[in-house]
């Protein structure tokens, strides 16, 4: 959708001038007929260079989360669509998601269905979100289908937040570990070698090994950022890629510790979308079909998800397609099976994305916890080096000077 500055009449004959957002000159004069005025000219403005490169239009989870939750309420009164969006797009307070509110309600009014609408902006709304909200649409449940949203992305927020605060301590702790060194093997040691090499006296190897390498990084920094520059350079791009991404998600899987949160946060994001998808009577093949594209965060169970799809089209039933996809642990299996007996597979997925929602809880809990002990130890084994390079050649000092006297 673009901007567009516009020249009209009124009925009174008197110019009126403004700026409208449309996808075209065409929707301009509709719009334009809709407020009782008639087009004479109009031009669409050009997008500045700085509006390219850093306009780009990004909605806090926060403002999402209101978004949906003001969207469902309004829509449970009995509100209709149009009247919602122009109630929520002049209360919310982010401007980005505002004129997003606009621009959906103006392509509503011109005949567009909400999902239509809302899928020109896929950097705010996610496959997921689109996929649900189609299906509310189709189905008539689209309050509970925004509900569902809004809960979902508050998970998210959840776990994001729990990650944050996992990373914050050691992130406080290498940052001092390395202004320590910075400071200390950068500058006080060299001065302190100097001074004892005045005085003649024979450097320990701690002190020497110290020197050299505090020497070789400020004689080589420069090698050194190239070389990780474009070693970090290498390994986006072989990101990028579907088999790069593939590989790098599957090796993560392995990973000690990690590698275990990292699987229960996709296994939580599974069951717990296919959960809701699945109680607003989505079909099984559109629920494939959305999950297997990026929404579950690692490529290599999104793949294994797909295979699991195949063998569920030739025939399988759902628990036999994700046995034969395999990647995904037996006691989910279990729960799946159990579900497809008993006819209540929603609430096995619920019941699932609970059990592993708590797995990737406990498990974040007991990574923080280990980091701090480790941490500690490692800070202070840092300035133990650093002490003992610089006490013990003063150590020596003070033994040749009690043997002078």
């Known amino acids: ?18 700026q409208l957002a449309a996808f075209n000159e065409t929707d301009v004069e509709l719009e334009l007929k809709r407020r009782g005025l008639f087009l004479i000219e109009s031009e669409a403005q050009r997008e500045s260079l700085r509006s390219k490169w850093f306009g780009q239009r990004r909605v806090a989870g926060k403002m999402l989360i209101e978004f949906y939750h003001r969207f469902a309420q309004t829509l449970e009164i009995g509100l209709p669509i149009l009247s919602s969006l122009e109630e929520i797009g002049g209360s919310l307070p982010c401007r980005a998601l505002k004129n997003i509110i606009g621009e959906v309600q103006f392509a509503v009014e011109g005949g567009s269905s909400l999902y239509e609408a809302m899928h020109r902006y896929p950097r705010t709304f996610q496959p997921l979100d689109l996929a649900m909200i189609s299906m509310g649409e189709k189905g008539g449940v689209l309050p509970k289908c925004l509900r569902d949203l809004a809960v979902y992305h508050e998970w998210k927020a959840e776990i994001r937040a729990i990650f944050k605060k996992a990373l914050l301590y050691p992130a406080f702790i290498s940052f001092a570990i390395a202004a320590v060194i910075g400071v200390w093997v950068g500058y006080v040691l060299p001065q302190m070698v100097k001074v004892l090499s005045e005085l003649g006296v024979a450097l320990p190897w701690v002190t020497t090994t110290l020197l050299e390498v505090s020497t070789f990084l400020q004689t080589e920094w420069t090698w050194l950022m190239s070389g990780v520059t474009l070693g970090a350079a290498g390994f986006g791009l072989y990101y990028r890629t579907d088999s790069g991404r593939l590989a790098v998600h599957r090796r993560l899987l392995g990973v000690p510790v ?148």
């Open 258 to 405: 990690l590698g275990g949160i990292a699987c229960h946060m996709a296994l939580t994001r599974l069951c717990h979308n296919f959960a809701t998808m699945l109680s607003t009577g989505m079909t099984i093949n559109a629920i494939f079909q959305t999950l297997s594209h990026r929404a579950l965060g690692n490529r290599y169970l999104e793949d294994r998800l797909a295979a699991a799809h195949q063998e569920i089209e030739r025939g399988e039933s759902i628990a036999g397609g994700f046995e034969k996809a395999g990647g995904f642990p037996s006691l989910l299996l279990g729960a799946i099976r159990n579900g497809e007996t008993t006819g209540t597979i929603d609430e096995a997925f619920k019941r699932m994305g609970e059990h592993f929602d708590r797995e990737v809880k406990r498990a974040t809990q007991t990574v923080v916890n280990t980091i701090e002990p480790v941490a500690i130890f490692g800070l202070g084994g840092v300035f133990g080096v650093i002490v003992l390079s610089i006490l013990l050649p003063l150590y020596d000092v003070m033994g040749e000077l009690g043997k002078a006297y």
């Open 1 to 18: 959708m673009s901007s567009y500055h516009y020249k009209a009449i009124d009925d009174s004959g008197r110019v009126v001038k403004g």
